[in-house]
């Protein structure tokens, strides 16, 4: 489990192409003159065979995650990748060296899956957490339903903005915050696909935006200075934190240094003799974290997010001035399930106004595709996610354990993750955190204003195609 010394690819039986290696293909130079051939040895080294029959050992090549995101060798649900960068043992090493401010970020998904497996509250694991990471060495210890907020807000005005046309950007628009979609999409449909989706950064991102810029700043030190790592349900999320949109080339520091997986995070509990379930509870760091007056932590609801919810609220206040209760879903298909279903805001007179999509996994994505596809697609949202389930299912949260039903372990978990508090509608009087309204007074100078846009929204690229099967290439 998690990285260790090869590639490897989540169990997540969803949608793959023919071939689950890497097949990144090596500049190799040629000598014209020269002539050998490669041989396969029993324990499976390669060696290059010159003319005089003298063999010598051939290195293994090797892929960073920017190879991995720029490669279309192989899409799967859950991208992993290898071993150098984005690892327990790069964290642990950063760790040793005490030379930064050390900060963790932890999402609402992980949570939820790390308390479940120890059959503890999502408030006990939160404090647990912060005594596990403050014993390694870690200064502050963040939530990313903090962020969530920012990137929650930015996409539902950039909604609204795309609705009235007062930006380029066609409709429906697609949810950003899932880099396997994002991944599938740059890959796969390139630039057909890509006007259609959100420029809001995730949670994740925002999250090191927030840590590298105000949180440097307001701490009146270097943003280098800070290596900041995110706890998150999903090992996608590890070539999020890779893409070169997320490095500072003057400031030379990634926004999110590192990402571990939630089973990773339990794995390394378990590797160090720690009784995670009897670990004294530490009190809760109060900047960038969702906790109330009582101390209880509080969110939006929802596997994905809430973007659906969200967005559909507020875009039903701000553009027809429709207050929205309980969000009524249909399943699209029988096939698709609840992984595939429709919300609608109706008229008093029972004219459709909008139309939000709940898409999960990959063969539900291909039914939005084809949608995009036809002159006349009727959806104005689309909240779009890469594993079935969404992010509660996410390819690197905690697994099973031997004979325990992946299905039932599912519903515990989304019933941990309801433990936290939540209702937040979108009103914007309303926002919970002070701090979330603080940083856009002070720092962002409102909601989907020009910095606004500037720090917490990001572009996409057209990822080049094979146009070789690569199992048909002659290495």
């Not at 290059?48 to 995101?69: F, P, V, Y």
Request: overall charge negative.
């Amino acid at each position: 489990s998690g990285f260790s010394g090869a590639i490897q690819l989540s169990g997540v039986d969803d949608r793959s192409t023919s071939s689950q290696v890497c097949i990144k293909p090596e500049i190799i130079q040629k000598d014209s003159n020269k002539k050998a051939k490669i041989r396969i040895e029993d324990d499976g080294t390669y060696l290059e065979i010159d003319e005089d029959g003298k063999g010598s050992k051939l290195e293994t090549a090797k892929i960073t995650l920017n190879d991995c995101l720029a490669c279309s060798g192989c899409v799967t649900s859950a991208e992993t990748v290898l071993i150098t960068a984005q690892s327990t043992k790069e964290f642990l090493d950063a760790l040793s060296k005490k030379d930064k401010t050390y900060v963790v970020s932890i999402s609402p998904q992980s949570r939820a899956s790390i308390a479940t497996h120890y059959g503890i509250s999502i408030l006990q694991a939160h404090k647990k957490l912060i005594t596990f990471f403050k014993q390694l060495g870690v200064h502050y210890i963040f939530d990313t339903s903090f962020s969530r907020e920012f990137s929650l807000l930015e996409s539902a005005a950039e909604f609204v903005a795309r609705y009235r046309k007062q930006i380029q950007g066609p409709l429906p628009m697609l949810a950003s915050e899932c880099p396997g979609w994002i991944c599938y999409a740059e890959k796969t449909h390139g630039d057909f696909v890509l006007p259609f989706i959100s420029s809001t950064k995730s949670p994740q991102q925002i999250m090191g935006t927030i840590v590298k810029e105000y949180f440097a700043k307001k701490r009146e030190i270097s943003p280098e200075s800070i290596y900041h790592a995110c706890v998150m349900p999903c090992y996608d999320k590890k070539l999020e934190a890779s893409r070169d949109d997320f490095y500072n080339d003057l400031l030379k520091t990634r926004d999110v240094d590192t990402v571990l997986a939630s089973m990773e995070i339990v794995d390394m509990i378990r590797d160090r003799g720690v009784d995670f379930k009897n670990l004294e509870e530490s009190p809760i760091d109060q900047i960038f974290t969702n906790v109330d007056d009582e101390g209880n932590l509080f969110g939006i609801s929802g596997s994905a997010g809430g973007y659906l919810d969200f967005i559909l609220k507020y875009a039903a206040r701000e553009l027809f001035q429709l207050e929205i209760g309980e969000i009524q879903f249909q399943n699209i298909s029988r096939r698709g399930g609840s992984d595939l279903r429709m919300a609608t805001v109706t008229s008093p007179q029972g004219e459709t106004l909008l139309t939000f999509v709940a898409a999960y996994g990959f063969n539900n994505i291909q039914h939005v595709i084809k949608e995009l596809k036809k002159s006349n697609c009727t959806y104005h949202y689309v909240e779009v996610m890469a594993c079935p389930g969404a992010c509660l299912n996410g390819g690197g949260q905690v697994r099973p354990e031997k004979n325990e039903n992946p299905k039932k372990l599912l519903r515990r978990v989304e019933e941990t993750y309801d433990q936290q508090k939540s209702g937040w509608s979108g009103n914007l009087a309303e926002i919970p955190e002070k701090s979330t309204r603080n940083l856009y007074e002070n720092w962002l100078n409102g909601i989907f204003s020009a910095d606004a846009v500037t720090k917490l929204h990001t572009q996409y690229h057209a990822r080049e195609k094979l146009t070789t099967n690569p199992l048909l290439i002659n290495w």
